[in-house]
C-alpha cells in the first residue's frame, strides 16, 4: 500500500491523502469483471491506479453473512469496495466490514441502473432521494475511519441535470463526502438496458467539469466514454481531479495500465512488457490451482492482454478454449504465449 502522509488524532497512520492521489486514475467497478483475480492481474500492470470491487450489496453482507465476498490479495491495494444499498445503519455496518477487512475506501453506488438493482431501492434511483444518500453515507462515516465515496450519474430520467447534479453534489459535501465520482451520462430507469444506459444517453463532460469551479474543495473524479491515457490526460487538464475508466481498461488493459504510472502518476517507466506481467501471474494462478480453483476463473480476465498486437487472436483463441478444460493448467498459458511469441520473434 502507498504509505500514508499524515496521522489521524489518535496518532495512528491516515492514508485518506494517499487513496485520493490514486483515485487520480482508477478502474471502474463492474459487476462480474473487475473481482479478486482481476484486480491482482490489473495491479501487475500499474502500482498506483486505485482499484474498485464489482459492487456487493450491503444485504448480503450484514443479513445474508456473505463476507466471504469481501475477499482479496494484499497485493491489490489500494482497492475500494463498491457497496450498494439503502439502509443507513446496514451500509454503515457493511463499511465497518469493510474497514476490518482492510480496504482502502468504501464507495457508494449511486449510478447503476438495472432493473434487479432498482428493486432493491439502490443504485441510480438513489439520485432522486439525496437527503436519504446523505444519511447512509453520515452513518458509514460515523462508524469508519476510510474515505466514503459517492459514485453517481448526472441525473436520472427526466430531471435536469443542470439542476440536479450541482444540489446532489452539494448534498453530499454538507454530509461530510470529500471525493466523488461522476458518471457524465443521465440514466434511464425505464426503457434503456444497463447496456444501452452506458451508451445512448448523451455524454456532458462540460457539465462535470464545471462542477470544480462551485466546488474547488471537493475530490471529483469524471467517468464515462473515456478509452485512452489521451483522454484521461484531456480530462486532467481540463481541472478535473481524477479519471474513472471502465470497459477500456478491462478490455485493452495493457494499453491503460502499463504506461498510467509514469503518465497520469508521474513515476518513472517501469521497462516492463506484457510478457513480464504473464510471468509474474504465474505465481498467483499456480496457488489459486492449488487451493482447487479453476484456470479460467483467473484467465478469463488476461484474454485482452495483447489486444492489438501480432499474435493476440491465437493468445485468445488458446486461453479461452484450454482453459475451461477440465484439469487445466499452466501448460495451457503456455500454449496461449506461442502465437504471441513467434509474432514478436517475426518483427525483430
Not at 466490514?97 to 428493486?119: I, W
Not at 439502490?122 to 458509514?140: I, Q, R, T
Not at 444501452?196 to 469524471?222: A, C, T, W
Not at 497520469?264 to 494462478?285: C, K, L, N
Amino acid at each position: 500500500m502507498t504509505q500514508p502522509d499524515t496521522q489521524a488524532p489518535d496518532g495512528t497512520p491516515d492514508d485518506t491523502d494517499a487513496i485520493a492521489r490514486a483515485a487520480r486514475l482508477s478502474v471502474a467497478p463492474m459487476m462480474d469483471w473487475t473481482d479478486r483475480h482481476c484486480r491482482v492481474f490489473h495491479r501487475l500492470m500499474s502500482r498506483q491506479t486505485l482499484l474498485y470491487t464489482e459492487m456487493v450489496t450491503a444485504p448480503a453482507l450484514v443479513r445474508g453473512g456473505a463476507r466471504h465476498l469481501l475477499a482479496f490479495d494484499a497485493a491489490e491495494h489500494p482497492v475500494a469496495l463498491q457497496l450498494g444499498g439503502s439502509d443507513p445503519e446496514e451500509l454503515a455496518a457493511a463499511a465497518r466490514m469493510a474497514e476490518e477487512e482492510g480496504y482502502d475506501e468504501v464507495n457508494l453506488n449511486v449510478g447503476c441502473p438495472s432493473d434487479r438493482v432498482q428493486s432493491g431501492f439502490f443504485g441510480a434511483v438513489l439520485m432522486e432521494k439525496p437527503d436519504l444518500v446523505a444519511e447512509c453515507v453520515a452513518a458509514m462515516m460515523a462508524r469508519v475511519r476510510i474515505p466514503v465515496t459517492v459514485k453517481c450519474r448526472i441525473g436520472v430520467d427526466e430531471q435536469d441535470p443542470e439542476v440536479v447534479l450541482p444540489a446532489f453534489v452539494a448534498r453530499m459535501q454538507s454530509a461530510g463526502v470529500r471525493r466523488m465520482t461522476i458518471h457524465a451520462r443521465k440514466a434511464w430507469l425505464q426503457g434503456l438496458s444497463p447496456k444501452e444506459n452506458r451508451d445512448i444517453p448523451p455524454l456532458d463532460y462540460p457539465l462535470v467539469q464545471g462542477l470544480k469551479v462551485g466546488f474547488p474543495e471537493m475530490h471529483l473524479s469524471i467517468n464515462g466514454g473515456l478509452a485512452t491515457l489521451d483522454a484521461a490526460e484531456e480530462q486532467l487538464a481540463a481541472g478535473m481531479d481524477g479519471v474513472m475508466i471502465g470497459r477500456a481498461a478491462y478490455h485493452q488493459p495493457a494499453d491503460i495500465l502499463m504506461e498510467a504510472d509514469a503518465r497520469i502518476f508521474g513515476a518513472a517507466p517501469s521497462g516492463r512488457t506484457v510478457f513480464d506481467v504473464v510471468d509474474e501471474m504465474r505465481p498467483y494462478i499456480a496457488r489459486h490451482l492449488a487451493d482447487g480453483g479453476r484456470l479460467h476463473q483467473v484467465t478469463r480476465h488476461m484474454l485482452g492482454l495483447f489486444a492489438g498486437r501480432p499474435g493476440a487472436r491465437g493468445w485468445r483463441r488458446a486461453l479461452s478454449e484450454g482453459a475451461t478444460r477440465s484439469g487445466a493448467g499452466l501448460d495451457v498459458l503456455d500454449a496461449a504465449l506461442e502465437p504471441v511469441t513467434q509474432a514478436a520473434a517475426a518483427a525483430e
